[in-house]
């Protein structure tokens, strides 16, 4: 009998975002800025030394873990996963585990075209690609490199591949107002989900407001035509088996292959139908994105506990997940929690 993982708010747990490194091959303005221009602190970005990075050994473990905890579906994040060399091997492993119905990554798409074939075959189940941009002066503004063409190059090899995949921009006032109705664009020539995300009040995100999703909503009707909500189209994605729920208000637009979304985080709490718990390159668990870590993976896993170990402390842990994260204590950046 499959276990389920509940929290004390009654709230089923059932996905796992893993950030497998804090490294990044971007610099975009609101995450990991270049060099020239540091974080408002005056700091700039210090990785992690690779000892303190959690082996694919080590990560399998508590996949398997999880696993017997509740967890259904896993997605892997960073930094960027596509610089971690042993990511197929970390896709493969988790996606055999026989409870665990999808592992999915979220990446800029940089370089996901060459290495997408051997990530498929080790059972990748979808690809959430960050684009904030169709303009390449744009995309370089915001990202701190020209990465635009490899971005596209990677949806393309997705689609090409039958893996689903999302389009996930940040709006950011003033920089990429021009390229909201570009980005939606891609939804009406390919069957893609392509989402607006709310900025988030966490780390480099501080400095630039949140723009709100009416105001892209409405730039979009007058551009392609009155919305739809799509009763059909789970909140998550409809192309991938899961339950219906994420965080998401999912939309159609007239002659479009593929569906809009928005996630406000910021201006509509979702904390009510929050599924999800999180774990840091170096292996601390986050049951809220707002809060600080609640938990030390990477210690349980070195003092040699076992999966079914690891299963019972994480759901002790679960229990201690906060019923909101409307006020955030979290100051580090996004991309040293998991982007």
Request: net charge positive; aromatic share 6%; proline share 7%.
């Amino acid at each position: 009998m499959d276990r389920i993982l509940k929290d004390s708010w009654g709230r089923t747990i059932d996905y796992l975002r893993i950030s497998v490194t804090d490294r990044c091959n971007l610099r975009c303005m609101y995450c990991m800025p270049e060099r020239e221009n540091p974080f408002p602190d005056g700091s700039f970005p210090e990785f992690l030394d690779s000892r303190e990075l959690l082996t694919a050994k080590e990560w399998l473990i508590f996949a398997r873990a999880a696993a017997l905890a509740g967890i259904r579906k896993i997605r892997l994040t960073g930094g960027e996963p596509l610089t971690r060399p042993d990511l197929p091997e970390l896709v493969r492993g988790m996606a055999a585990l026989p409870q665990i119905g999808q592992v999915v990554i979220t990446t800029n798409a940089v370089g996901l075209a060459r290495k997408l074939p051997a990530l498929q075959a080790a059972g990748l189940a979808g690809v959430n690609v960050s684009l904030d941009s169709m303009d390449r002066d744009v995309y370089r503004r915001i990202a701190g490199r020209d990465g635009l063409d490899e971005a596209l190059a990677g949806v393309r090899a997705c689609l090409e591949r039958g893996i689903p995949v999302k389009i996930n921009c940040v709006p950011v006032e003033g920089i990429n107002d021009s390229q909201w109705i570009p980005l939606a664009k891609l939804a009406r020539e390919w069957p893609v989900q392509v989402r607006f995300i709310e900025m988030m009040p966490i780390g480099g995100g501080r400095e630039f407001p949140p723009v709100k999703s009416s105001r892209i909503l409405q730039r979009l009707e007058q551009a392609f035509g009155p919305v739809c909500a799509d009763e059909h189209c789970c909140n998550d994605n409809s192309q991938e088996q899961q339950s219906p729920k994420g965080p998401a208000q999912i939309f159609r637009l007239p002659g479009f292959c593929g569906t809009i979304g928005f996630i406000s985080a910021v201006n509509c709490g979702l904390c009510s139908s929050c599924n999800r718990i999180r774990v840091t390159a170096e292996g601390k668990l986050k049951l809220c994105l707002h809060h600080p870590a609640g938990g030390d993976v990477r210690a349980q896993i070195r003092m040699g506990k076992t999966p079914e170990e690891l299963s019972r402390w994480l759901c002790e842990m679960v229990r201690e997940k906060p019923r909101d994260g409307v006020h955030t204590d979290e100051s580090r950046p996004m991309w040293k929690i998991g982007g």
